[in-house]
């Protein structure tokens, strides 16, 4: 391989916290024209690589050179001006700006003193039309979807002459066809000679776009891999470090258990539903089972599980719990009733980012004993102790900002959170979006765990393979109505799917 065929090198990069080694000697290469993948479990540096090449953590050893020339970049405005893009899980632009504007902020064409609008929206619409995305850049980026957003940031990057792109995480919020927009740009981008470095937790997504894969574990290189080379089987043991053999027989018997239940009735929605967000539904859940709610992105799930949690306020049906109708108009009455509910975006919704480990554990119980029966620090300190050991929460400490934690790990803590209360039913909308592959396993078996325990849980993911292993019963929604059950042998890949899309 000639030199000249590298855009990026990183070599033996390290970088230490108080208490923990981020990233050990790890060495990264990026061709150009290719799409590389950076694959790990949470907690596995990742984020810090990234975060390392582009300007946002000093490293504490190593070099990194850009086309053969030593570069340290000392912030991302550092990194873009060499030529190092990035484009973020949470598109990272300003909503309330145009289109035009979000792409040329701190670099607009001039003209007599002012910003040369017409040239900008020119040269805006030029960048989208060479991505195949053909929209009016005179509106404000909010008019437009998060997969536009997101093709709006990629074609900022590329206008500013990037030589490195780096994608992270930016199919988590796409549907299918979205996503397939974006690997066709990528495809076009790594066809026009760009290196795109790509981190995903989604393995079909790897195998249809990538090239290359790197694999890093607790902070560590395990190893560079052609992708004709590494079957999903193995790329799956090297990230968790745990023979496949052994996951895969974890997870028949998890689905043994998870489908033995049949009891007595927890709670029972009657013809709940709110115009304009969920058809009236009846629902039941039974104590110590896992009730799954499936369907595509915007049928309806999470708009049932609001209802029920009191996020929402229903214009029609009732609501039992035990027998005893109830009246949940707020998130407090649920919590007060013996419900939880983690929900879907964990950043906006979930973590309080500035508070720490400890703070964002008892944060639910507080409310619920109320504030003027205060948790003393000591009794905080308990808890926290005991729930990071429960959950495997990887910290050097509960004070730690729960924001410096990886997303597998903010997950947990807000399963902490919540089990804290004792809650008799725990909806978890989408708890393992986003997290690696060694957490969802972990996090699948609690789920089975709680309910072997006569909890009663509602789990929503969009992957149904997940939902098969873990639940006992589904719902399957379309178009915000609720349109079947199934149970039993029902839960198979290709009835849940014909069911979801109309068929039988």
């Avoid at 540096?45 to 990194?64: A, D, H, M, P, Q």
């Avoid at 005991?386 to 050097?396: C, D, F, Q």
Wanted: glycine share 8%.
């Amino acid at each position: 391989m000639k030199n000249d065929n590298i855009v990026l090198t990183m070599r033996g990069i390290c970088k230490y916290f108080p208490g923990v080694n981020a990233l050990e000697n790890i060495d990264f290469t990026l061709r150009k024209g290719e799409i590389h993948a950076l694959m790990g479990e949470n907690g596995a540096g990742k984020s810090t690589l990234i975060k390392v090449l582009t300007g946002v953590e000093k490293l504490n050893r190593g070099e990194i050179a850009l086309c053969g020339k030593k570069i340290l970049p000392k912030s991302t405005k550092d990194a873009q001006d060499i030529g190092i893009s990035t484009v973020y899980q949470e598109v990272n632009l300003c909503s309330n700006l145009s289109v035009a504007e979000n792409m040329f902020i701190g670099r607009e064409p001039m003209k007599a003193g002012g910003i040369w609008w017409t040239e900008m929206n020119r040269r805006a619409a030029a960048a989208l039309k060479r991505l195949n995305v053909d929209i009016d850049v005179t509106k404000t980026l909010d008019t437009y979807s998060v997969a536009i957003q997101q093709m709006v940031a990629i074609a900022r990057a590329v206008d500013v002459d990037a030589k490195v792109l780096i994608l992270d995480e930016p199919t988590s919020s796409l549907d299918e066809n979205e996503a397939n927009k974006l690997f066709e740009t990528m495809v076009q981008l790594r066809n026009e000679g760009m290196g795109i470095i790509f981190v995903t937790h989604f393995l079909d997504q790897v195998y249809a776009v990538c090239d290359r894969i790197t694999v890093l574990r607790n902070g560590e290189l395990v190893g560079e891999y052609e992708i004709k080379d590494l079957p999903k089987v193995q790329l799956v043991a090297k990230m968790i470090g745990k023979d496949f053999d052994e996951l895969n027989a974890s997870f028949k018997n998890m689905s043994s258990v998870a489908h033995e239940n049949d009891g007595e009735v927890l709670l029972e929605a009657k013809k709940l539903g709110k115009k304009g967000t969920i058809e009236p539904y009846d629902v039941v859940v039974y104590k110590g089972e896992v009730l799954g709610l499936a369907g595509l992105l915007g049928s309806g799930r999470t708009e049932m599980a609001k209802l029920l949690f009191g996020a929402d306020h229903p214009d029609t049906g009732e609501l039992h719990m035990e027998g005893n109708k109830r009246n949940i108009t707020t998130p407090l009455d649920a919590i007060k009733h013996g419900i939880a509910y983690c929900p879907e975006n964990r950043k906006s919704d979930g973590i309080i980012p500035d508070l720490s480990i400890r703070e964002n554990i008892i944060l639910a119980l507080q409310s619920k004993r109320g504030w003027m029966k205060y948790i003393k620090r000591s009794e905080q300190e308990k808890i926290a102790d005991v729930y990071i050991k429960l959950l495997s929460i990887k910290t050097p400490s509960p004070e730690k900002m729960v924001k410096e934690l990886s997303g597998g790990n903010q997950q947990k803590v807000i399963l902490a959170r919540w089990l804290l209360t004792q809650p008799k039913l725990l909806i978890l909308d989408e708890p393992t979006r986003g997290i690696d592959i060694g957490t969802k396993t972990e996090i699948q078996k609690l789920v089975v765990d709680f309910a072997k325990e006569g909890m009663s849980v509602i789990f929503i993911s969009s992957e149904l393979d997940e939902m098969i292993r873990t639940c006992s019963r589904m719902v399957v929604l379309r178009d915000r109505v609720k349109i079947a059950e199934l149970r039993d042998q029902e839960l198979e890949t290709n009835v849940v799917m014909n069911t979801i899309a109309g068929g039988n």
